[in-house]
């Protein structure tokens, strides 16, 4: 385990490890976890320049306004727009890449449990009754419109301007990293998925998606992370069902005892983009982020493999345990991780018809 007080000696070595202008982009930026890590970034980043993507621009005034009330040499811009839609991703990315020719981080935050509200509500049958999934403009299921393929896209999008970056080099997405479990292969959007069926199917998911990009990219590192019970938007659309809110009021008692606070969540967020023991597949054993003073060894990836360069993490910075490293490694010999990838590869090449933003 990862110590919160490990973790905040960490981050506050960032400054005095790398040069002044760290560049990050934070999508999903603008509430819950991607806030406080932002919020993180100020505090310890010197000159820091951050991107804050997403589609409130009053929360987005309001956390460039305690950003820079936090750190003022740093540069703080929103961009906003809806990230749910491949098109607005790419000119996202254009923009960004008008901007700089290197970024440090890559943080995504970005998803969403909607199943009832949208522009259009496609009707499904399951073993849980008829229900409606929430479809965007460009006919794919909202959920894994953001989850996996805006996700990905994005890293794809920006990967050249990733390793650029003369040292740090990382990619967090945040998700339910170590809940990994079997991949309904027949139904990889996860509609009608009992909740933690679809949690730990998107989970794989995921984590395979980075390791994919990963074989592009051994020189940055990449971490699927866990936060843990954070406040967050993520359950904003979920359909208001009897179950739903019986799970939210246990968790409200149970809060005091189970969650994890703003701070707690971007210290470790920060934490977890920032330090060498998330160390790049190549040549790991040299500096790819804040050195540790204590005995915090380099991580564990999902091959087992110590600073293997793919990581998945729980809510307190631990490696995913041997199952799940047995259970991914199935997926990559048995043609699950590939036909997951195809299936992304082939909406965009409906949608936006190029693998990825030339």
Partial sequence: MVTLN???????????????????????????????????????????????????????????HECQRMNSEGRFEFIAVDVSLLQNIDDVCRQIRSKESAINILFQSQGSMGFTKGISKNVYSSNHGTKIHEETSEGLPLVPALALHGRTRLILNLLPLIQNARQLRRVVSVGAASYEGPIVTGNIPGIGLPLLEWRDHFASCLTLLLSKVAQRAPDVGFVHTCPGVVKSGIMRDMEPTL?????????????????????????????????????????????????????????????????????????????ATPKVEGLLKAFKENGTAEALWQYVLSDYMRITRSEVLV
């Fill in 243 to 319: 179950r739903l809110r019986i799970m939210v009021t246990i968790t409200g008692f149970l809060a005091p005892l189970i969650n994890t606070s703003p701070n707690e969540c971007g210290e470790r967020h920060l934490f977890a983009a920032t330090s060498a023991r998330y160390a790049v597949q190549k040549n790991y054993g040299e500096t790819s982020g804040v050195s540790s003073t204590t005995p915090i060894h380099v991580a564990r990836g999902i091959d087992g493999r110590n600073g293997s360069g793919v990581y998945s993490v729980d809510a307190k910075g631990e490696s």
């Fill in 6 to 64: 490990e973790a905040i000696a960490s981050n506050k070595r960032i400054a005095s490890s790398f040069p002044d202008g760290l560049v990050a982009v934070f999508i999903g930026g603008t509430s819950g976890v991607g806030e406080y890590t932002v919020k993180a970034f100020a505090k310890y980043v010197s000159k820091p320049r951050a991107y804050v993507v997403g589609r409130s621009k009053e929360a987005a005034d309001r956390i460039i």
